[in-house]
């Protein structure tokens, strides 16, 4: 990254040194963050909420407004705290104004106003999927542009990055998110009854349990949309099946209702391969479809958002990746799930970019639940009509070399 940035210039009139603010509040973390002009992190607090929602089975928004609202002064006097440094001395405040739960924006969007007012700082509006896209380029040197494969609680997206604010928008979930599966799935499967997994999220839990299987191909998954020669994804089928198999096999097994059934090593290391299966796929269709649009530059998959730590997937795409010569990455763990240095890291991006994303004019600064994602290609796409020969998932398993996935789908 520094290399990245060493030999740019900032338009931002006498910044020699620049301090970045990132507040993230999209959903249920609060997260603060505050990054130099080289992307060092100088301080970075994050206040997750996971463990009040896992309680209640899944996020109340009104509650994790109220969350957001008792801990968010906290949250940014740490930070500060952490870095050594006073308000009067940002530069900029980088805030998630979109998409994302309305009233959880409201609280980032309205306390980052009140810091810019009373601080005399300008403001840059950030959209999160755009922060996720572009975070591994703080750690690794990743040129533009690279195809990204975007995969959390809220998205399935794939997209092409061609500087910090061209994005091309190639593929996209039809209806539930990869997360948003893991969790409901986990919550019906019942991890949370096992110490270990209480406050784990469903993917972590899944991708943990998956470890010890020792028949992954004990349960059936469909494939999603395995006609459809586009890149869009569909987890809801995944998920439906799940939860009948799910059912089956309690009654087969007799298991109360407060109980789980014996082998869900077994059926997480399923529904692992079945879940990167899909996006395997769906991410090769992108790759042949944007190979030219490389040119001469090195070709990179970055894959991100919270769904990008699970080493089973990652690694599938990075094999995936191998295939077409291109190199895969992600952002290290701890920035791979929402938090406030991408917010900040997006910022200074977009300031890198050029002085237009200041926004002096707070009040016209909104949030926004819904916002759509860089140049929609999804018809180009389609009318591509690619056929692509599967690349089979790689010998890696979690679990160990049982079976290749081919086998297992
Ligand atoms: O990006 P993120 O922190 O929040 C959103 O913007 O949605 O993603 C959260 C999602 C959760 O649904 C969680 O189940 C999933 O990321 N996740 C994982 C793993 N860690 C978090 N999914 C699969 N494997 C993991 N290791
Ligand atoms: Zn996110």
Redesign the pocket.
């Known amino acids: 990254m520094l290399k990245l940035l060493k030999n740019r210039t900032f338009n931002i009139p006498t910044a020699r040194h620049l301090s970045v603010l990132g507040i993230e509040t999209?959903?249920d973390?609060t997260g603060i963050a505050l990054l130099n002009e080289k992307g060092e992190v100088l301080g970075n607090v994050l206040n997750s909420q996971q463990k009040f929602h896992t309680r209640y089975g899944g996020i109340i928004p009104p509650r994790a407004q109220d969350l957001h609202r008792a801990k968010i002064a906290e949250v940014f006097e740490q930070c500060m705290r952490e870095a050594q440094m006073t308000p009067d001395q940002l530069d900029a405040i980088g805030v998630t104004t979109r998409p994302?739960l309305p009233l959880s924006l409201l609280v980032g969007t309205r306390f980052a106003k009140y810091i810019a007012r009373k601080y005399k700082k300008p403001l840059v509006p950030v959209h999160?999927m755009e922060a996720?896209a572009l975070q591994a380029r703080m750690e690794q040197h990743i040129p533009y542009p690279f195809l990204c494969l975007l995969?959390?609680?809220?998205?399935s997206q794939l997209v092409f990055v061609r500087s910090a604010k061209q994005f091309a928008l190639l593929g996209e979930s039809l209806d539930d998110?990869?997360?948003?599966a893991?969790?409901k799935i986990?919550r019906r499967l019942r991890l949370y009854l096992l110490p270990k997994y209480l406050h784990w999220?469903?993917?972590?839990a899944?991708?943990d349990a998956a470890k010890s299987a020792q028949n992954p191909a004990a349960f059936e998954f469909p494939l999603p949309l395995a006609r459809e020669r586009t890149c869009n994804f569909s987890f809801a089928g995944i998920k439906n099946n799940s939860f009948r198999s799910i059912r089956f096999a309690e009654k087969q097994q007799g298991i109360p209702p407060d109980g789980i059934i014996k082998n869900y090593h077994d059926f997480c290391a399923g529904l692992l391969a079945a879940v990167s299966r899909h996006l395997m796929n769906r991410t090769q269709r992108a790759l042949e479809f944007t190979l030219p649009w490389f040119g001469e530059s090195p070709r990179a998959l970055v894959v991100s958002?919270?769904?990008a730590?699970?080493?089973y997937?990652f690694n599938d795409l990075a094999h995936l990746a191998a295939h077409y010569e291109c190199q895969a990455y992600r952002p290290s763990k701890k920035y791979?799930?929402?938090n406030g240095v991408m917010i900040a890291w997006n910022a200074l991006e977009q300031i890198t970019e050029g002085a237009n994303c200041l926004r002096w004019d707070y009040d016209a600064v909104n949030i926004c639940g819904k916002a759509a994602l860089g140049e929609c290609m999804l018809d180009a796409v389609a009318e591509a009509n690619i056929k692509c020969k599967w690349v089979q998932a790689s010998k890696w398993r979690a679990w160990g070399e049982v079976q290749a996935v081919s086998s297992i789908i």
Do not use: M
């Open positions: 999209s959903c973390d994302g999160h996720h995969i959390s609680g809220g998205h998110a990869p997360g948003e893991f969790d986990a999220n469903g993917g972590q899944i991708e958002g919270g769904v730590n699970n080493d997937i791979c799930s929402d």
